[in-house]
């Protein structure tokens, strides 16, 4: 079907603005658009989000992204959508409307639940049906803090008069009227039985959530409606749907077993492909599901560094140690080394594979020596340090190493950035030359559906190379600077509050 013309509309629906973009089928953006919407902490450690501001902002971003590339929506073949993950939302089935603001993946308010079912023994279940840890960082206790907050709200679903998702079903819904989400998204629920691919009454009984309000669960490259005729003018059919790091995931190709993708962003999130078996993972990282395409479900290891890119924001908005993020690559090269400092960035606790919440950050190894420089350099190096801990728990889990890091965010403009990862992991880190890797993953699941692309072949050919950093250090230098890291991760670790 490679005389299907058109194009393909990536809906990124993220946690701080939407966006969208008009692919061809090479690859190449053709017209973009981008919108800001609104955060509210209501408490200390609570984030809320306006379904409807997200909506609107994500139709208007569409309409804007369409007129941008120059075309008509009828040129438009199909839609894929990929969106911020673990982010709940809880809507009237009748009108419509939400009951709730979206309660958003960052937000700790269910950490009490969580440590109610750990203290009831509960997580190995969980652990053993999931994939996922009991954290509040997913959907399931976020859903059970809803209904035991508000009792009209449980009874309502109860009777089932509501309808739960995540950013995805929520925009699905108000898109094409459907309610339904895709494997990527509900396996992040706490409610998902990721070897049976099933809503699991177990744990939904555990979690005091109603099936009723579940959606319907499809494949990550399916047939997920028609776009009303109103929204553009123009029926489109939506075809693609996954959370936003399993869609970078596949943007970058990673289709085989032991591929890898990290992400550099505020945080990192690193995943490998594991294949067609899920890998129950020693090391503490996440099982969980990649994609899934027809029959075939592809299941990824995936392990999460809280503070990565924001390390840098705080050296300039918070130290004044640096006037922009650009600032810091000059600054780390300007020594030949970080003079012994070690920094540990764990401001909120440490992430995979140490998840261990009541950490705090440190500088460790200062002397009068230590400077300015060395201090950035230390920051950027602890980036690094931290993605290699990832790696090197997925290899220990997958049974073999990583051989080629591919690399995407904002974060990867740091050149001494992506040399230092080459030469503290041992292997090449390539960045791809399309940065809107995300959003592409997302077209290609609705591509692939709608025959714009044949196979996961046609779709390898689109990764072009732009920048590739191979490593350049001895073996002894990298031992002796990971023996650093984890001294300083461990005295970090002991030190308590």
Same mark, same amino acid.
């Given at each position: 079907?490679?005389d299907?013309?058109?194009?393909?509309?990536?809906l990124?629906q993220?946690t701080?603005?939407?966006?969208?973009?008009v692919?061809?089928?090479?690859?190449?953006?053709l017209?973009?658009s981008q919108?800001?919407?609104t955060?509210?902490?209501?408490?200390?450690?609570?984030?809320?989000?306006d379904?409807?501001?997200?909506?609107e902002?994500?139709l208007?971003v569409? !309409?804007?992204?369409?007129?941008?590339?120059?075309?008509?929506?009828s040129?438009?073949?199909?839609? &894929?959508?990929?969106n911020?993950?673990?982010?709940?939302?809880?809507?009237d089935?009748?009108?419509?409307k #939400?009951?709730?603001?979206a309660i958003?993946?960052?937000?700790?308010?269910?950490?009490?639940?969580?440590?109610?079912?750990?203290?009831?023994?509960?997580?190995?279940?969980?652990?053993?049906?999931?994939?996922? !840890?009991?954290d509040?960082?997913?959907? $399931?206790?976020?859903?059970?803090?809803?209904?035991?907050e508000?009792?009209a709200l449980?009874?309502l *679903?109860?009777? &089932?008069?509501?309808?739960?998702?995540t950013v995805?079903?929520?925009?699905?819904?108000?898109?094409? &009227?459907?309610?339904?989400t895709?494997? =990527?998204?509900?396996s992040?629920?706490l409610?998902?039985n990721?070897?049976?691919m099933?809503?699991? #009454?177990? +744990?939904?009984?555990?979690?005091?959530?109603?099936?009723?309000?579940?959606?319907?669960?499809?494949?990550?490259?399916?047939d997920?409606?028609?776009t009303?005729?109103?929204?553009?003018g123009?029926p489109? #059919?939506?075809?693609?749907?996954? $959370?936003?790091?399993?869609?970078? +995931?596949?943007?970058h190709?990673?289709?085989k077993?032991?591929?890898a993708?990290?992400t550099?962003g505020?945080?990192?999130?690193?995943?490998?492909n594991?294949?067609?078996r899920?890998?129950?993972?020693?090391n503490?990282?996440?099982?969980?599901?990649?994609?899934k395409?027809?029959?075939t479900? =592809?299941?990824? +290891?995936?392990?999460?560094?809280?503070?990565a890119? *924001?390390?840098?924001?705080?050296?300039?908005?918070?130290m004044?140690?640096?006037?922009?993020?650009?600032?810091?690559?000059?600054?780390?090269?300007?020594?030949?080394?970080?003079?012994?400092?070690?920094?540990?960035p764990?401001? /909120? &606790?440490?992430?995979t594979p140490?998840?261990?919440p009541?950490?705090? $950050?440190?500088?460790?190894?200062?002397?009068r020596?230590?400077?300015?420089a060395?201090? /950035?350099?230390a920051?950027?190096?602890s980036i *690094?340090?931290?993605?290699?801990?990832?790696?090197?728990?997925m290899?220990?889990?997958?049974?073999?190493? /990583?051989q080629?890091?591919?690399?995407?965010?904002?974060?990867?403009?740091n050149a001494f950035?992506?040399?230092?990862?080459?030469d503290?992991?041992?292997i090449?880190v390539?960045?791809p030359?399309i940065?809107e890797?995300?959003?592409?993953?997302?077209?290609?699941?609705?591509?692939?559906?709608?025959?714009?692309w044949e196979?996961c072949?046609?779709?390898e050919?689109?990764w072009?190379?732009?920048?590739?950093?191979?490593p350049?250090?001895s073996?002894?230098?990298r031992?002796?600077? +990971?023996?650093?890291?984890?001294?300083? /991760?461990?005295?970090?670790?002991?030190?308590k509050?």
């Open positions: 079907m490679k299907l013309k058109g194009y393909i509309l990536a990124d993220g701080t603005s939407s966006r969208a973009i692919f061809d089928r090479s690859g190449s953006m017209g973009s919108k800001e919407f955060q509210y902490y209501p408490e200390p450690g609570w984030v809320e989000h379904p409807e501001e997200i909506w902002s994500q208007s569409a !309409r804007q992204a369409i007129a941008n590339a120059g075309i008509a929506a040129d438009v073949v199909s839609i &894929g959508i990929t911020q993950r673990e982010t709940i939302v809880l809507w089935r009748d009108s419509g #939400p009951v709730y603001r958003v993946w960052q937000c700790r308010r269910s950490t009490s639940i969580c440590e109610e079912l750990i203290q009831s023994g509960l997580e190995g279940e969980f652990r053993s049906r999931t994939g996922l !840890r009991l509040p960082y997913f959907s $399931g206790t976020k859903l059970t803090w809803l209904f035991r508000n009792v449980r009874a *679903a109860e009777n &089932g008069d509501l309808l739960f998702g995805d079903s929520w925009l699905l819904w108000k898109l094409t &009227g459907r309610h339904v895709d494997v =990527t998204n509900a992040r629920t409610m998902f990721i070897h049976e099933r809503w699991d #009454p177990l +744990l939904l009984s555990f979690l005091g959530v109603p099936a009723s309000v579940l959606p319907e669960v499809l494949s990550s490259s399916d997920f409606g028609t009303k005729p109103e929204l553009f123009y489109i #059919p939506v075809n693609g749907v996954a $959370g936003d790091q399993q869609a970078a +995931l596949f943007g190709s990673c289709f077993p032991g591929m993708k990290n550099y505020t945080g990192c999130f690193c995943l490998l594991t294949g067609t899920p890998v129950e993972s020693k503490n990282l996440l099982t969980t599901v990649a994609w395409i027809g029959n479900v =592809t299941y990824a +290891l995936e392990g999460s560094v809280f503070i890119g *924001a390390v840098i924001q705080w050296l300039r908005d918070e004044k140690l640096i006037d922009s993020a650009p600032e810091s690559e000059a600054l780390a090269r300007s020594v030949e080394t970080s003079n012994g400092a070690v920094m540990v764990a401001f /909120v &606790g440490l992430g140490y998840w261990d009541e950490a705090r $950050g440190a500088i460790l190894g200062i002397t020596g230590v400077n300015r060395h201090i /950035v350099r920051a950027l190096e *690094a340090f931290q993605s290699e801990d990832l790696l090197e728990a290899s220990g889990d997958f049974g073999q190493g /990583v080629t890091l591919k690399a995407d965010g904002g974060a990867t403009a950035l992506m040399q230092f990862q080459a503290i992991s041992g090449p390539v960045l030359e940065a890797i995300t959003a592409l993953g997302a077209a290609y699941l609705a591509g692939l559906r709608c025959g714009y196979s072949e046609d779709i050919r689109n072009r190379l732009k920048t590739r950093f191979d350049d250090m073996d002894k230098k031992i002796m600077l +990971l023996e650093s890291w984890h001294k300083a /991760v461990a005295a970090t670790r002991e030190y509050q």
